[in-house]
């Protein structure tokens, strides 16, 4: 059975990262797409899609996402999984507990003089919705449904807290005692730092989807960085998310039309096809609006053949099996009873 609507897409980097929000999700259905197995569950009135990107790094996740807004068109995005934190911040920030960006600060770029590094720093804001809505997350909706065993047994606070502030964004996996003391002259306030928020955050800020980065720290980002804590990190950082998205604030979130069944559908004919490029004519326009396909795409369509363009547009992004529903809205019964009768 395919799913029929995506609310929610909640992106992680590494396995034990999906893993974990596949558990916190709770009674999901599989889902087999394009070579991997994705998980789908029911978080109040939302559906989230659990969806591994398969890779670290920014631009794994601004692929991803990129793919997952064109697909699925979901009203939040998530990036979940694990992360560094910054013992510096203050407020008691201890492994295992949660970071929050207000700010995603994209460090990369930089002009290299002869004798330093001049850093320009890049930052995406993420949605304020979420936000706001974390912030207003008691730890009793999350923090006590973590279920992995703490690392360090169980002397002081052992109940996982969230922060909020600026998160550095890379591409290095950071080790060493030099890094964090640098970025942070710029960003006193940053309290974690991690590899994937930036792409994603910018793939969200061009297709709309709510977007907001939960990660748990599991290290320090300096010599004595680990994977003791990957996997209490990764569980605290699910059930933050799976809690955020359970909000009332959150829910419900009315139905986003460009919303795909996971596992696709049969194709249509050639035939079909056919008279779908010869008839549309004009009606292109109308049926590319509801779609909402961006003007950059739309301008890209070949003077003459914008319909077979569309077509082309919307196969690659597996929406044609909704295309006969949304031909009646503009006007095209014609062309809807032509491919519902090609159905097999």
Request: glycine fraction near 8%; aromatic fraction near 8%.
């Amino acid at each position: 059975m395919a799913v029929a609507h995506v609310d929610a897409v909640v992106l992680t980097a590494l396995p034990e990262e999906d893993a974990a929000v596949v558990r916190a999700l709770g009674d999901c259905t599989d889902h087999p797409w394009q070579g991997q197995m994705l998980h789908a569950g029911r978080v109040g009135a939302l559906t989230a899609l659990a969806f591994p990107m398969g890779g670290m790094g920014n631009a794994s996740s601004a692929q991803a996402a990129t793919l997952a807004i064109s697909i699925w068109n979901p009203a939040y995005l998530l990036l979940v999984g694990i992360s560094a934190g910054i013992e510096e911040a203050g407020d008691d920030l201890r492994l295992g507990d949660v970071v929050v960006p207000d700010q995603i600060v994209g460090y990369e770029r930089a002009k290299v003089r002869p004798h330093e590094v001049e850093r320009r720093y890049e930052v995406v804001q993420p949605s304020w919705k979420l936000l706001q809505a974390a912030r207003g997350l008691a730890p009793r909706e999350w923090a006590l449904d973590v279920a992995a065993s703490r690392p360090d047994g169980h002397g002081g606070r052992v109940v996982p807290c969230a922060h909020f502030g600026p998160v550095f964004s890379g591409e290095k996996i950071v080790a060493d005692e030099t890094t964090v003391p640098e970025l942070r002259k710029a960003w006193p306030k940053a309290v974690g730092l991690e590899m994937e928020a930036f792409g994603a955050g910018i793939a969200a800020y061009r297709g709309h989807p709510e977007f907001l980065m939960v990660k748990a720290v599991s290290d320090f980002a300096d010599p004595a960085k680990g994977d003791d804590w990957h996997a209490y990190a990764a569980e605290s950082a699910a059930r933050f998310a799976v809690a955020l998205l359970r909000n009332p604030a959150i829910q419900p979130e009315p139905e986003r039309p460009q919303a795909t069944p996971v596992s696709g559908a049969p194709g249509f004919s050639g035939a079909v096809k056919i008279q779908f490029c010869r008839r549309l004519r004009d009606s292109w326009v109308e049926l590319a609006d509801f779609f909402e396909v961006p003007a950059h795409e739309t301008a890209r369509f070949r003077p003459g053949n914008e319909p077979r363009d569309l077509w082309e547009w919307l196969d690659a992004r597996g929406k044609l099996p909704l295309v006969p529903d949304v031909l009646g809205e503009v006007g095209r019964d014609d062309l809807a009873r032509l491919m519902r009768d090609d159905r097999p």
